[in-house]
Structures are given as structure tokens and as C-alpha cells.
Antibody, heavy 122, light 105 residues
Framework: QVQLQESGPGLVKPSQTLSLTCTVS??????????WSWIRQPAGKGLEWIGR???????NYNPSLKSRVTMSVDTSKKQFSLNLSSVTAADTAVYYC??????????????WGQGTLVTVSS | SYELTQSSSVSVSPGQTASITCSGD??????VCWYQQKPGQSPVLVIY???KRPSGIPERFSGSNSGNTATLTISGTQAMDEADYYC????????FGGGTKLTVL
């Protein structure tokens, strides 16, 4: 079955850019009606959707983060990536990548990666 | 922006039925899914498209959605069901509820 694994620095300095990569294994990144998404969760808090990318390169971002987010996909490596610029301590969170199934006016995330903690601190 | 509201906590005795609600304006017109998250673990999809169960999710998990409220029902709740539960819908963007902590005591 499909598995996802996040990778990237665990510590980022304020004002710098957070960069993470998600590697997909056990299945194709190009098959079916799937988007590839990023979601984050600050410690002790709820889930926040960051955005998603389709293998064509088409993206949708959370309006609250849109000005700072860039996503890309490399189908040959079965990877997709997140860049979040101008980070502050408020961006400290566990970052998850997930496969997003999209139907008619419906969507859901399954499976999720194990998550990676990113701390923003000098 | 669209909001989904969940109660912060629900308690249930083992073997009883737990109901976790998620409310939003005309939520019944949208599809809702639910995730279970145990401490230190990633969320797991337990219900999608209001009431469908993914493969591997026990039958005791069910869902419904009507009016302004979606409900996740866990019948015959077990200790292993103790977790945080999040609802999620789409309204021009992905929206998550704030989460409900289910305690089995």
C-alpha cells in the first residue's frame, strides 16, 4: 500500500524558508484522482491544511498561507515538496504530507506520513 | 471563512455508544470525513463521504450528516478508541474542526 515519508531540516531560523520533501512509496504518484497535500499541527493544537499539488503541477493553497507557500512535484523521484517562506515561531509544528482523494465536492486524506517536527528558532 | 465546530471533549464508558458532533452552516450540503489521532501518531481516516468506512476500519465506526451537524458514532466503544477525533470538509478550501478528545472511562 502507499506510504509517505517526510524529510527535511528539523530546525529553521526565523525569517528563513522552511523546506520539506515527501517521498511516496508502494504506489504511483501519478495514478488516479489524487492530490498530494501538506498539513501541519502545532503542539497540542488542531490540524491546519497548508495546500495541495496535482502531478500536473496545479496547486491550491490555504488562503491564510498563500503568500508564503510554494509547492512542487517531481514525478520521476515520486516526491513532492513544500516551501514556506519568512517563517516565525508560529510556524513551529509537526508537518504531515498526505495523499488527498478528490471526488465530487468531497475530499479526504489517506494515508498520512508519520510527520516531521519543524521548530523555528534562532 | 467557513468554520467547523466540535466540542472539546466527550467521555464514554466502555461498551457504550460515543457520539462526536461537528457543526457548520449547512454542513449537510457538504461531504464530511473524520480522522482519529492517538497521542504521538498521525491521523487516520475512519469515515469519508459522511458515512463510508475505509478498509480496515471496524464496523463500530459510523457517520451521518444532516442539516448543520455531522456525527461520528462509535458503537461498543473500546479503550483503544480513546483518541482525538477531527472532522473535515471542503468549502473552497480544506476545513478541519478543532478536534474532540474522546475519553473512555
Amino acid at each position: 500500500q502507499v506510504q509517505l515519508q517526510e524529510s527535511g531540516p528539523g530546525l529553521v531560523k526565523p525569517s528563513q524558508t522552511l523546506s520539506l520533501t515527501c517521498t511516496v512509496s508502494g504506489g504511483s504518484i501519478t495514478s488516479g484522482s489524487f492530490y498530494w497535500s501538506w498539513i501541519r499541527q502545532p503542539a497540542g493544537k488542531g490540524l491546519e491544511w497548508i495546500g495541495r499539488i496535482y502531478t500536473s503541477g496545479s496547486t491550491n493553497y490555504n488562503p491564510s498561507l498563500k503568500s508564503r507557500v510554494t509547492m512542487s512535484v517531481d514525478t520521476s523521484k515520486k516526491q513532492f515538496s513544500l516551501n514556506l517562506s519568512s517563517v516565525t515561531a508560529a510556524d513551529t509544528a509537526v508537518y504531515y504530507c498526505a495523499r488527498e482523494a478528490v471526488g465530487e465536492v468531497a475530499n479526504w486524506f489517506d494515508p498520512w506520513g508519520q510527520g516531521t517536527l519543524v521548530t523555528v528558532s534562532s | 471563512s467557513y468554520e467547523l465546530t466540535q466540542s472539546s471533549s466527550v467521555s464514554v464508558s466502555p461498551g457504550q455508544t460515543a457520539s462526536i458532533t461537528c457543526s457548520g452552516d449547512k454542513l449537510g450540503d457538504k461531504y464530511v470525513c473524520w480522522y482519529q489521532q492517538k497521542p504521538g501518531q498521525s491521523p487516520v481516516l475512519v469515515i469519508y463521504q459522511d458515512g463510508k468506512r475505509p478498509s480496515g476500519i471496524p464496523e463500530r465506526f459510523s457517520g451521518s450528516n444532516s442539516g448543520n451537524t455531522a456525527t461520528l458514532t462509535i458503537s461498543g466503544t473500546q479503550a483503544m478508541d480513546e483518541a482525538d477525533y477531527y472532522c473535515q470538509a471542503w468549502d473552497s478550501s480544506v476545513v478541519f474542526g478543532g478536534g474532540t478528545k474522546l475519553t473512555v472511562l
